[in-house]
């Protein structure tokens, strides 16, 4: 959606006083659920999400597949996350965006180590201002993982965009909402193998490769916190 509102202030920063390539900042705490196999909470920006994994065995028996995990993740927005109040239950947004989560997470599962099960991921938005999709495939990797599913790779997702002209990383609700564009993405980082990339807007190929190298940036940064939250569950210092 496009408007007059005007997103980079004549000093060159973001409304909220970010830098053009600034993360907002990003929490992540697993084992937050006790009676799921894993878990993960963040806070990114003013993104509140919780992702919680259960590993059982795929039922009705017909639906399980003999040599591989079934993934099933499923986004959900809770009513009160957002400022004008979300009906509850699935929509279309609610649904595509499950579904390039669970493509995201299948990619990354070593599925064939766990056949005849269902990986079942469950993602609660208690809060959303923006980036919720990245957010929570972010913190729901970090939750298979803490599950002790086999993966390759943990996914990171990060997002870039256009507001007033120029290419921003992070998009805040504003930038999102009153920006040119928007790209969200999500990395396996050990391959660099893009598992999620969308776009809303409009962006040349120039725009389009100074976001993808901006999102590139910052995802060591994400890594290393996804890294931290699963070792503080063990007090493990990195390196050790
Ligand atoms: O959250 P994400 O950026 O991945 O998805 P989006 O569809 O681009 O939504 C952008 C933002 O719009 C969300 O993060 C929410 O803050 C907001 N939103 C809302 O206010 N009401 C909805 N029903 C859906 C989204």
């Known amino acids: 959606m496009e ?36 878990s993960a909470y963040i806070e990114w920006g003013a993104n509140k999400i919780i992702a919680a994994v259960y590993v059982r065995e795929a039922y009705p028996k017909h639906a399980q597949n003999i040599d591989r995990a079934i993934v099933k993740a499923r986004y959900n927005m809770s009513g009160y996350s957002v400022e004008e109040r979300k009906r509850p239950g699935p929509d279309r947004r609610t649904m595509e965006i499950s579904k390039v989560i669970t493509e995201a997470l299948e990619s990354t599962i070593v599925l064939e180590k766990l056949p005849r099960a269902e990986v079942d991921v469950f993602i609660q938005v208690l ?21 002790g599913v086999p993966m390759r790779d943990l996914v990171v997702g990060c997002t870039a965009g256009k507001a007033d ?40 190929q120039e725009e389009f490769d100074e976001a993808t190298s901006m999102m590139m940036n910052a995802i060591p940064r994400i890594s290393e916190i996804q890294r931290n939250a699963l070792m503080s569950k063990y007090n493990v210092e990195e390196g050790e």
Do not use: H
């Open 3 to 38: 408007s007059n509102i005007k997103l980079i202030t004549d000093d060159g920063l973001r409304l909220d006083g970010r830098a053009l390539n600034e993360m907002r900042p990003i929490k992540i705490q697993t084992g937050v659920v006790e009676k799921a196999d894993g």
């Open 127 to 147: 809060e959303a201002d923006a980036g919720t999709r990245i957010a929570s495939l972010t913190t729901a990797s970090v939750a298979v993982a803490d599950a």
């Open 165 to 204: 002209g120029k290419m921003v990383l992070d998009l805040s609700k504003d930038e999102d909402n009153f920006g040119e564009a928007d790209i969200p993405m999500a990395i396996l980082p050990r391959t660099k193998k893009i598992v999620l990339l969308q776009l809303d807007g409009k962006v040349s």
